[in-house]
């Protein structure tokens, strides 16, 4: 059998024209993800298009994983070995990605991850597997040296969706208060879709924290910030993980959100080629604001298949992606290994406040767009 | 102390609202003696009407209340009459297979007119409160849904208790054959039994929506809140399902505090199981062999 | 009786054909699909023994199915126990986590059971969310490498490829409809059938009621947990809503009853029907295969909305399968093709 799957690989390899311009996508289409899975499928229908103006016809082949591991990896199976796709992108989710990389490095694909943060997906040592965005350790890392830098913060709680995202980012958050000598005061996973979060925050509140750190999908993020209004939690920071506090839904909740400090990988405003370009042809054509999901997903699409067309087959565009170097809408892009990491795009992460209603990049501080106010302001 | 109290406040609060749920599904079990597992998506799909009258038509949620009950109740009437009526003497299991079908069209229909996005319904009162002192503070809303849902719940018990529907919906829970031979309409009790239940959840869903948020699968965590409150309470009893509501309020907001709020919900279905064990015919309910 | 002969020479057949496929099919694609398949048949199986002939329906085998699964995970991954090993762990820890579930559900009947069974598969997700130390959590388990099988230091199978899993799920498959046949054509069918129609009256005739429905559960819980484990060593990744969600229960509860409950077959046909129909819902293969025949043409708008929507339908056509199975066929698919043929083979129960 493995000898028929060698002549199988050999014949397909030797026929790149088999495998030109064919790239696979996988990715939460329907089910509890699917509303970040919609910016990943705009950020790449944008990405076809664009390449579409430099001659550059893909043929994609779109798959849904439904946010289920499982389901993802027969989505994988099925573009490597029915589709002879020449690169895949995606999957959304941490779970997904996890569980499909390891048959994309048996099946030798190359795997761009546009935008999922569990950190050990790039820590195995897959030869195939690409990731666009930064893991969850710098999410952590980049809000707590932000509120490092902007005031003295002894004491840190936590509250986070028991979820892979939730808790893998959390887990990396406490490691590295640890090392910067914070006090840990309350940590509290909560599941999703709880009603009432007061009771929590009221705890959260009698342990007077100088810093609340929140890992949330966008409705919780909401309704933890009025319920934390309600109760009356005064942190000197509010501090979001990414996701939901990034969103512009969040944003405009302007009585909850105003002021509170979160990271992002990719923002409108920063100066980097094309993003505030992106960000204007987005909103004109799907009507919505694009998050960074939907940065991560246009650009890993771009380098994928152009990488693809140079190349020609799998392992050559393995070695492409490997040795290349690209600059674009999510800033400089090199696939690098380093600090135990493989293939992983070392992205500088941005940390953002919502200020006036509007995500304003206040650090690092060459790009910041506007001062950070801090401590949080009383709540009114 | 300001913790306790807070927490035990806003149990109450939202208690009253996993009452209201509970009652719906109490009444259905009551007279139709079927466990409605559509029950969530119900109460799911009366938050989406919430949501349309309120983002089309400016309606406040607490106002459309007024709309959404009675479409609801034309809602249960249909799917009792349509579906569920044709398993009334079915065994359970397909009753509840078939309850649980229905609830996977509702949400999955829903889901492919909405998609799945979170909706959040935001008011001018989404996040206001009052503070009674000591730190402590009541949410407006919260407050404002407890108090509809007392009202409803009076309202409810009054017409179970003095008009004459009220009775024959009473007396086919207590003994459907002998309520026919005494010429109750016991096909037609079983419409409003299920259009009140619908309707009932309906509300639920839209009292809450202020406060909570909006998805299609948001029906499955409440589905299950019910089971336990009605259990808890007594199948079949109206009274059980508002104490039950209330106690599973507190029990969730309380053990986020003293345990974790990682494991309120385990604590939860303990109790849950326990009662089922040991009192199986719940607080208030009669014992029923 | 030559008619048996036929039968069991069609059986044989059958049997021969399933064996050396993997020598002629080489996509892995298509392995993956009979891998889902058996894994399919035998969770509808196990549960088969315990819904469809003891009558007692479990909306909670996720429990079963996930402490499977998990333990040999987590034996593997932390204890770097081989996973056949681990496998039998978690059968015996299965069985104790069955009876100590028997003990507090079989006190309750009907709509009682049912909930008591979703409460304690809902308590095992939330223990494994927050168990971390044990679990890992809502992280779930990744296990990178099987070691290779060997036999006196001779490698019998290095798992690299599809073909031993295939093997091991044609087996597990094959193993659950012989339990099932056996507990159909022993006494212990007799009497599960006996509780099914009418527990009293089962009780009147002197069967040990707890006894028996508590047998049916450990022999079901039993299988479902190999399966569970044959999925996560295949997949390779376990995490609480895949294993322990009360979807997984669900799912596997509906294998059975949309094929037909209380049949050796109905669980076989209920898979043959729903493994493909959802993977070709979900791959948009029949919008694919609707524009390959000229039925619709893909940029037209059916087209389109076809294209952007089936993949999100699947959940959605399962609620109205059940539906029309429960209104139409309370038998099942079973139960509707006996009674398209009544005369023949009466005796097959």
């Known amino acids: 059998m493995r000898k028929h799957l060698l002549a199988l690989g050999a014949v397909l390899a030797l026929s790149p024209c088999l495998l030109a311009q064919k790239i696979g996508v996988i990715n939460s289409m329907s089910g509890p993800e699917a509303p970040i899975g919609e910016h990943i499928t705009n950020g790449i229908k944008l990405a076809e298009e664009d390449l579409k103006k430099k001659g550059i016809n893909l043929q994609l082949v779109w798959e849904d994983d439904t946010g289920k591991p499982q389901i993802s990896m027969s989505a994988m199976e099925k573009l490597a070995t029915r589709d002879n796709v020449v690169g895949v992108v995606g999957p959304y989710t941490s779970a997904c990605s996890n569980a499909v990389a390891k048959l994309a490095e048996k099946y030798r694909v190359p795997l761009l991850i546009p935008a999922a943060a569990k950190e050990e997906i790039t820590r195995q040592g897959l030869k195939y597997v690409f990731r666009m965005n930064a893991p969850a350790d710098k999410y952590a890392s980049s809000l707590i040296d932000a509120a490092s830098s902007l005031g003295k913060p002894k004491t840190i709680a936590f509250i986070y969706e028991n979820t892979d995202f939730g808790t893998s980012t959390t887990k990396t958050a406490k490691e590295y208060v640890a090392k910067k000598g914070m006090q840990v005061v309350a940590d509290e996973p909560y599941p999703k879709g709880a009603a009432d979060y007061r009771s929590t925050l009221a705890k959260v509140k009698s342990k007077n924290p100088d810093l609340v750190f929140m890992v949330s999908y966008v409705a919780d993020a909401i309704l933890l910030m009025r319920q934390s209004k309600e109760v009356g939690l005064q942190p000197q920071a509010f501090l979001g993980a990414g996701a939901g506090f990034t969103t512009p839904e969040f944003a405009k909740e302007r009585a909850i959100s105003e002021d509170v400090i979160s990271c992002t990988q990719w923002t409108g405003d920063v100066n980097w080629p094309g993003a505030k370009e992106f960000e204007a042809r987005f909103k004109a054509k799907f009507g919505k604001e694009p998050t960074y999901h939907a940065a991560c997903a246009y650009a890993s699409m771009i380098i994928m298949a152009e990488t693809a067309k140079k190349a020609g087959d799998r392992v050559k565009t393995r070695d492409a992606l490997k040795a290349g170097k690209w600059n674009g809408v999510m800033g400089e892009v090199q696939f690098a290994d380093y600090e135990g990491f493989t293939n992983q795009n070392n992205h500088q992460m941005l940390v953002q406040q919502i200020i006036n209603g509007n995500y304003e990049t206040v650090l690092p501080a060459k790009f910041a767009t506007k001062k950070a106010v801090f401590p949080f302001p009383k709540w009114k | 102390m300001a913790v306790f109290l807070q927490s035990l406040i806003s149990g109450v609060l939202i208690g009253g609202v996993y009452a209201l749920i509970g009652i719906g599904l109490t009444l259905i079990f009551g007279v139709m003696r079927v466990v409605n597992f559509a029950h969530g998506d119900i109460m799911m799909v009366g938050m989406y009407l919430t949501y349309l009258l309120f983002t089309l038509m400016g309606i406040d949620p607490f106002v459309s209340v007024l709309i959404s009950f009675p479409l609801m109740f034309l809602f249960g009437g249909f799917l009792q009459k349509v579906f569920i009526n044709r398993v009334l003497n079915a065994v359970a299991q397909n009753q509840i297979l078939l309850t649980i079908g229905l609830g996977l069209i509702m949400s999955n229909t829903v889901m492919l007119i909405f998609t799945s996005d979170y909706k959040i319904l935001t008011t001018s009162y989404s996040s206001s409160t009052i503070q009674v002192g000591g730190g402590v503070s009541v949410s407006v809303p919260l407050l404002v849904s407890f108090l509809i849902t007392a009202a409803i719940t009076a309202a409810l018990g009054w017409f179970l208790l003095k008009t004459d529907t009220g009775q024959a919906i009473r007396a086919t829970a207590q003994d459907r054959d002998a309520a026919q031979l005494m010429g109750i309409n016991v096909s037609r009790m079983s419409v409003i039994a299920f259009g009140l239940g619908a309707a009932l959840a309906g509300t639920a869903g839209a009292l809450i929506s202020p406060t909570y948020y909006i998805f299609p699968q948001v029906g499955s965590t409440f589905t299950l809140k019910a089971f336990v409150i009605t259990v808890l309470g007594g199948m079949g009893s109206v009274v059980g399902a508002t104490l039950g509501g209330i106690l599973i309020g507190v029990t969730e907001s309380m053990s986020a505090v003293y345990i974790s709020s990682g494991w309120k919900d385990v604590v939860v279905f303990v109790l849950f199981l326990l009662v089922l064990l040991f009192k199986p015919s719940g607080l208030m309910g009669k014992s029923r062999t | ?349």
């Open chain 3, 1 to 349: 009786m030559t008619k048996t002969i036929l039968k069991a020479a069609i059986g044989l057949l059958f049997l021969a054909a399933l064996l050396v496929i993997p020598r002629y099919v080489e996509s892995p694609y298509a392995l993956h699909m009979m891998i889902l398949l058996f894994l399919s048949v035998s969770q509808g199986q196990s549960w088969n023994i315990l819904g469809g002939y003891a009558g007692q329906y479990s909306v909670g085998h996720a429990a079963y199915f996930g402490v499977g699964a998990y333990t040999t995970m987590m034996l593997m991954y932390s204890r770097q126990v081989v996973p056949w090993v681990g496998v039998w762990v978690g059968v015996a820890i299965v069985i104790v986590v069955a009876l100590v579930i028997g003990s507090i559900c079989f006190r309750l009947r009907g709509p009682y059971f049912v909930l008591a069974s979703i409460a304690v598969a809902e308590i095992m997700r939330l223990s494994a969310i927050n168990l971390t130390t044990l679990t890992n959590g809502a992280e779930g388990i990744l296990a990178t490498e099987i070691p290779a099988f060997k036999i006196g230091g001779r490698v019998i199978t290095d798992f690299l490829t599809k073909v031993p899993f295939y093997y091991i799920g044609l087996f597990l498959a094959l193993f659950t409809i012989a339990i099932t046949y056996w507990v159909q054509h022993s006494k212990l069918g007799y009497y599960f059938q006996a509780i099914r129609e009418d527990q009293d009256a089962a009780h009147s005739l002197g069967i040990h009621i707890t006894a028996y429905k508590n047998i049916g559960l450990v022999i079901s819980a039993v299988l479902t947990s190999l399966a569970g484990a044959f999925y996560g060593i295949y997949v390779g990744f376990v995490d609480p809503p895949t294993v322990l969600g009360l979807d997984v229960s669900v799912q596997i509860m509906l294998i059975c009853i949309i094929g037909g409950m209380g049949t050796i077959w109905g669980p076989v046909l209920g898979s043959l029907l729903l493994v493909p129909l959802s993977e070709a819902l979900r791959s948009n293969m029949i919008t694919e295969g609707l524009v390959k025949i000229g039925f619709v043409s893909a940029d037209s708008r059916i087209g389109l909305f076809l294209k952007e929507n089936l993949a999100h339908a699947h959940v959605l056509l399962y609620g109205i399968l059940v539906v029309l199975v429960i209104l139409f066929m309370p038998d099942g698919l079973m139960g509707f093709i006996k009674k398209l043929a009544p005369r023949r083979n009466r005796e097959a129960v």
